[in-house]
């Protein structure tokens, strides 16, 4: 994968993740107990989140879920609808006028598949969404994966490869279906 990481659990890089994971998820835990129509307590939270606040005319509703929050990265424009799982130690954007479906998950970090290291180590790549994309409700977007401009993710495909721009993938191997 292009520029995987590989973090040793239990070092100070993992311990200042590990401690940043719980600050956000007792944030996003308060986010998501807000009435709906509390804009200025979830502009508030949101940036404490993000490190920053939402870029002009962005929207994300709760509930919302996201395990480090410095690290994604959000143009102008861009839809969050709700139930959205980003987990962007690794890195996430999103281009701006991107729409993403209820239930989808952006996945950065994982494990590495020999049963040796399995415990011992994470590791961990981008996601790049480029812009005016549509993500389906429920799909999922797995590490070091890039999204060409103007593609759709059908709802509940799976995307661990790149999508070409101007494409629709689907299915649990999110293969092109179609292009334009």
């Known amino acids: 994968m292009p520029s995987q990481r590989l973090m040793r659990i239990h070092s100070p ?7 940043r994971v719980l600050e956000v998820s007792a944030l996003t835990s308060r986010l998501n107990c807000l009435p709906f129509d509390d804009e200025a ?5 949101l940036t404490q989140i993000l ?16 395990d ?5 990265e959000l143009g102008e424009r861009v839809f969050i609808n709700q139930n959205c799982t980003f987990l962007d130690y690794a890195g ?28 011992h180590y ?13 993500i389906g409700a ?11 401009r103007d593609a759709v993710v059908a709802a509940g495909a799976v995307v ?13 191997k999110a293969d092109v279906l179609r292009r334009w």
Do not use: C
């Open 13 to 19: 890089e993992f311990q200042a993740m590990a401690d």
């Open 41 to 45: 307590g979830k502009a508030e939270l």
């Open 51 to 66: 490190g920053r606040p939402l870029p002009a005319r962005a929207t994300i509703y709760p509930p919302f879920f996201t």
């Open 68 to 72: 480090h929050g410095l690290r994604l």
């Open 92 to 119: 996430i954007r999103i281009g701006a006028r991107t729409m993403i479906g209820p239930k989808a998950t952006f996945i950065t970090s994982g494990h590495p598949v020999d049963p040796e290291e399995r415990r």
């Open 122 to 134: 994470l590791t961990g790549a981008p996601i790049d969404v480029a812009e005016n994309v549509w």
């Open 138 to 148: 429920g799909a999922t977007i797995l590490p070091g994966v890039s999204i060409g």
């Open 160 to 172: 661990a490869a790149d999508v070409p721009a101007a494409s629709l993938v689907t299915g649990a």
